[in-house]
């Protein structure tokens, strides 16, 4: 299984993306248009072993649902991804059995090397 999960709007996936030239070997869901399901969600977290790691608190929702200084459950963090993709970090890259999140330079290091290999 090779799965991009990522916004079309956001940049820095686009760049992420173009930056790693991904083949056509990988689904590509672009997760406005096609939200993310359950079952995909509970995918990524058998893979991540959280929701709080794939929880985006840079969404600008973050903010205005004033989210910062509430300790949210992990339940909490899963059905918040499920409302609304921003909620989503993103990109979320899943190859096999490895999961890679976000856009740190860290992440993506990790992620150029394993497509290496």
């Not at 910062?68 to 190859?95: C, Q």
């Amino acid at each position: 299984m090779k799965v991009v999960f990522y916004l079309k709007s956001c940049n820095t996936c686009i760049r992420i993306i173009k930056d790693l030239k991904l083949d056509s070997s990988f689904e590509f869901r672009e997760i406005k248009s096609k939200p993310i399901t359950i079952n995909e969600l509970e995918m990524i977290y058998d893979l991540s072993k959280s929701y709080e790691l794939i929880f985006n608190k840079r969404a600008k929702l973050f903010s205005e649902k004033k989210l910062k200084n509430v300790a949210l459950t992990e339940l909490e963090y899963k059905n918040y991804i499920l409302d609304n993709y921003t909620f989503l970090k993103r990109p979320v890259i899943v190859i096999d059995n490895k999961i890679f999140i976000g856009n740190s330079k860290k992440n993506i290091l990790e992620l150029k090397k394993h497509l290496s290999e």
